[in-house]
């Protein structure tokens, strides 16, 4: 009997042990919840100034119709394409595209043709439809890997890899290519390591009759670049800069999931205190997480079991 009044006796004590080794559990578990839950966003409420975020949205939005009038650096390029190839390096929002538009626009007027090559699907695809509201759909096809319409129109938009494709279809069949100016948008893809070639190739394979109309942001050996570009092509290459910042500056913030707004960077520069103090603070809950997690790892392996 006494040997079966201690095996009642020992299973007694673990079943207390195990209720009270589950609301330690529950009790680390909620503990965990209510810390996740408690985020910082009322503190940023609190703690972000109306000043901030005034400042942060301020200008955002439709600015105020105004008669168009083209930056000096945009009718210099214009100027320059009646007698040379000419690279554009100007901030993205300036207007690059507008010196291409109207140089096609003259163009189109005098019975003539044009290519205009972007490296992505997605960007032909919306410079596409901007010249068919702009030219008219009988005026203008699109060629890339996806899509071939209206192919005959006397403006071409397409991938720069299908430009090129053509350059060596004319080259196989002893034919001209059909266009008096190529715009090569995003020129600086010349650089890269993977795709960089297909720029070289249809730079160096466009006819000299035909005059480049290069676009490029990111360029900074324009005149070294330009430069080659006379070389490979026997024709003057000039170049057309637009100095300054860009235009429309860019404003970074960090939101919230239920929408509270916060200034990325504070007056100084440096990133906002409290955006640092929600890293440290999801840090801290994913090492208290971390902790709880080998501590119940620990308890699963003593007896195979909750203790």
Not at 38 to 55: D, F, G, M
Not at 84 to 109: C, F, H, N, Y
Not at 273 to 282: A, D, M, S, T
């Amino acid at each position: 009997m006494a040997p079966r009044r201690v095996n009642e006796r020992r299973k007694k004590e673990d079943r207390r042990e195990r209720r009270n080794g589950g609301r330690r559990r529950d009790e680390r578990e909620r503990h965990l919840r209510q810390s996740e839950g408690s985020s910082s966003r009322p503190s940023v409420r609190a703690q972000t100034t109306t000043r901030e975020l005034r400042r942060l949205l301020e200008g955002i939005g439709t600015p105020a119709p105004a008669p168009f009038k083209p930056d000096l650096f945009q009718t210099e390029a214009l100027a320059a394409l009646e007698y040379e190839d000419v690279l554009v390096t100007a901030p993205t929002g300036s207007g690059k595209t507008w010196i291409a538009r109207e140089e096609i626009r003259r163009l189109l007027a005098a019975g003539k043709r044009a290519w205009y090559t972007s490296p992505l699907k997605a960007l032909t695809n919306s410079k596409y439809q901007e010249f068919t509201e702009e030219f008219g759909a009988a005026e203008v096809g699109i060629l890339t890997g996806d899509r071939k319409e209206n192919a005959d129109a006397p403006l071409i938009v397409g991938t720069t890899e299908i430009y090129r494709n053509q350059l060596f279809d004319a080259l196989r069949g002893g034919t001209s290519l059909r266009a008096d100016l190529v715009v090569l948008d995003e020129a600086h893809y010349l650089a890269d390591e993977d795709r960089g070639h297909v720029w070289e190739e249809a730079i160096i394979l466009s006819p000299a009759r035909v005059r480049l109309l290069l676009l490029s942001a990111t360029i900074g050996n324009a005149h070294e670049f330009a430069a080659w570009i006379s070389e490979v092509r026997g024709v003057r290459c000039g170049v057309v800069e637009r100095p300054g910042a860009r235009p429309v500056p860019l404003r970074a913030a960090f939101l919230y999931p239920d929408g509270a707004l916060i200034p990325l960077l504070n007056d100084a520069g440096r990133l906002h205190p409290e955006i640092v103090r929600l890293g440290e603070q999801q840090q801290q809950q994913r090492q208290e997480r971390t902790r709880a997690g080998d501590w119940r790892s620990r308890r699963r392996g003593e007896g195979g079991g909750w203790r």
